[in-house]
């Protein structure tokens, strides 16, 4: 069959190259793709928020399967629109897509459905949430309702801090629509995880655990970011498999149900691990980015046939295999990244690498040579038989990659290790 990538990140090139290896494709093309996802597809430079242009392209070349990367697309209805153009699509329709794209609707779907969460308020009033925050003390976490490109969200360690933010969202408008409201939440203390599963509305069935790394300085210094690195599996989250999915996703799947929301594609679940048990921190209605990266290249049943599965809730039927191997993910970020910071750098070193995958997360094309085009530029990803392998084998390929500014985190992985060092 013919098949359509939406998005232009690190995910959609993970995405992009795991597709490649099916058996059932037949031509794969991208929108709007990027120097990456180029090598293994056909891209086509369509805004992937205009989705007649998109109906229309699918049906053109005849696309037998859309699958959708970004968030922005899925809560702004492409999926939708394909299903009613008879087209089919791996990825949440619009109403499945409000738990990513407002978070009081997920907080609100989690309170009445007993779901793991956190004490949490709402708020589009300047005043009231001052109030409340003065109320609360500090550290509290406040974040703008709708998407915000992975930055709506502050961990606010003062009073001051939480206020200004608030104002920032309300009175300023930071993230226009989406920061029309904001949540305020109880801070959580721990270790934070990705649960990810592929979802058809009727059953589910689990990825390979991760674990990403948002801060953008080692040791967890620093802003967050969309993420810096990541590596799989994760045993944070071992032994708790059960707990996940009898508190978590089967009480999930029965809310839908009431709700008569049908859910097809990837439901995230970002988790924190505290001392009162695991809690959720999100939902997302997507594959995360960089954990995506350290996911599908463990994943040895063909990945179209999964997705198909879920289109066609019949997902029940299928066994998922997965490589025993480790996988690290090492992003490479643009001097600057998460703040402002400049493009066009012209990147070295990418020609004869071997041994790993390198994703392009914002990179362009210019003639022959490939330049930086966003914060996050490169991701370095590698499988080895061990957890210390895949690290090395990363962090040695990173040696020999080059663009002005370029830096990462050096710890990506360490705090796993040293967990393992000292048993």
Same mark, same amino acid.
């Given at each position: 069959?013919?098949?359509?990538?939406?998005?232009?990140?690190?995910?959609?090139?993970?995405?992009?190259?795991?597709?490649?290896?099916?058996?059932?494709?037949?031509?794969?093309?991208?929108?709007?793709?990027?120097?990456?996802?180029?090598?293994?597809?056909?891209?086509?430079?369509?805004?992937?928020?205009?989705?007649?242009?998109?109906?229309?392209?699918?049906?053109?070349?005849?696309?037998?399967?859309?699958?959708?990367?970004?968030?922005?697309?899925?809560?702004?209805?492409?999926?939708?629109?394909?299903?009613?153009?008879?087209?089919?699509?791996?990825?949440?329709?619009?109403?499945?897509?409000?738990?990513?794209?407002?978070?009081?609707?997920?907080?609100?779907?989690?309170?009445?459905?007993?779901?793991?969460?956190?004490?949490?308020?709402?708020?589009?009033?300047?005043?009231?949430?001052?109030?409340?925050?003065?109320?609360?003390?500090?550290?509290?976490?406040?974040?703008?309702?709708?998407?915000?490109?992975?930055?709506?969200?502050?961990?606010?360690?003062?009073?001051?801090?939480?206020?200004?933010?608030?104002?920032?969202?309300?009175?300023?408008?930071?993230?226009?629509?989406?920061?029309?409201?904001?949540?305020?939440?109880?801070?959580?203390?721990?270790?934070?995880?990705?649960?990810?599963?592929?979802?058809?509305?009727?059953?589910?069935?689990?990825?390979?655990?991760?674990?990403?790394?948002?801060?953008?300085?080692?040791?967890?210094?620093?802003?967050?970011?969309?993420?810096? &690195?990541?590596?799989?599996?994760?045993? !944070? +989250?071992?032994? /708790? #498999? =059960?707990? %996940?999915? $009898?508190?978590?996703?089967?009480?999930?799947?029965?809310?839908?149900?009431?709700?008569?929301?049908?859910?097809?594609?990837?439901?995230?679940?970002?988790?924190?691990?505290?001392?009162?048990?695991?809690?959720?921190?999100?939902?997302?209605?997507?594959? &995360?980015?960089?954990?995506?990266?350290? !996911? +599908?290249?463990? /994943? #040895? =049943?063909? %990945?179209? $046939?999964?997705?198909?599965?879920?289109?066609?809730?019949?997902?029940?039927?299928?066994?998922?295999?997965?490589?025993?191997?480790?996988?690290?993910?090492?992003?490479?970020?643009?001097?600057?990244?998460?703040?402002?910071?400049?493009?066009?750098?012209?990147?070295?070193?990418?020609?004869?690498?071997?041994?790993?995958?390198?994703?392009?997360?914002?990179?362009?094309?210019?003639?022959?040579?490939?330049?930086?085009?966003?914060?996050?530029?490169?991701?370095?990803?590698?499988?080895?038989?061990?957890?210390?392998?895949?690290?090395?084998?990363?962090?040695?390929?990173?040696?020999?990659?080059?663009?002005?500014?370029?830096?990462?985190?050096?710890?990506?992985?360490?705090?796993?290790?040293?967990?393992?060092?000292?048993?």
């Amino acid at each position: 069959m013919n098949v359509l990538i939406i998005g232009s990140g690190g995910r959609e090139h993970s995405l992009a190259l795991k597709v490649a290896e099916s058996k059932l494709l037949n031509k794969l093309f991208a929108i709007p793709g990027n120097p990456g996802i180029e090598k293994v597809a056909e891209c086509h430079l369509l805004d992937i928020m205009d989705n007649q242009a998109i109906v229309d392209f699918a049906k053109e070349k005849n696309i037998g399967l859309v699958i959708v990367g970004p968030e922005a697309p899925l809560v702004n209805g492409l999926a939708d629109e394909l299903e009613n153009n008879g087209i089919r699509v791996f990825g949440p329709n619009k109403a499945a897509a409000q738990f990513e794209g407002s978070k009081s609707f997920a907080r609100n779907f989690m309170k009445k459905y007993g779901l793991p969460s956190v004490e949490f308020k709402e708020f589009t009033d300047l005043s009231h949430a001052e109030i409340y925050i003065k109320e609360k003390g500090a550290p509290v976490v406040v974040k703008a309702d709708g998407l915000a490109a992975g930055k709506g969200v502050l961990v606010a360690k003062t009073v001051d801090e939480a206020v200004n933010f608030v104002k920032e969202c309300l009175e300023n408008n930071k993230f226009g629509e989406a920061s029309s409201k904001v949540i305020i939440e109880d801070c959580l203390v721990g270790e934070e995880a990705s649960y990810l599963v592929f979802m058809d509305s009727v059953t589910f069935k689990p990825m390979v655990y991760s674990q990403d790394h948002k801060p953008v300085f080692e040791n967890d210094k620093g802003p967050n970011t969309g993420g810096m &690195g990541a590596y799989s599996p994760a045993p !944070i +989250l071992d032994g /708790l #498999k =059960t707990e %996940i999915e $009898e508190k978590i996703i089967k009480p999930f799947l029965y809310g839908i149900k009431q709700e008569r929301i049908e859910y097809k594609g990837v439901l995230y679940v970002g988790l924190m691990k505290t001392k009162d048990g695991l809690k959720i921190l999100e939902f997302n209605c997507r594959f &995360g980015d960089p954990e995506t990266q350290v !996911i +599908l290249p463990r /994943l #040895k =049943t063909d %990945i179209l $046939e999964v997705m198909t599965a879920v289109v066609s809730k019949t997902l029940s039927s299928m066994t998922l295999e997965w490589s025993p191997e480790h996988c690290v993910s090492v992003v490479l970020a643009s001097g600057g990244y998460p703040g402002s910071y400049e493009k066009g750098k012209l990147i070295t070193g990418l020609d004869n690498i071997t041994g790993a995958q390198i994703i392009h997360a914002g990179t362009r094309k210019e003639g022959n040579n490939i330049l930086t085009n966003g914060g996050r530029v490169l991701n370095v990803v590698c499988l080895g038989k061990n957890l210390q392998e895949a690290v090395d084998k990363a962090y040695l390929i990173i040696k020999g990659i080059n663009f002005d500014g370029l830096f990462f985190r050096r710890d990506i992985a360490k705090k796993e290790l040293d967990r393992q060092a000292e048993k």
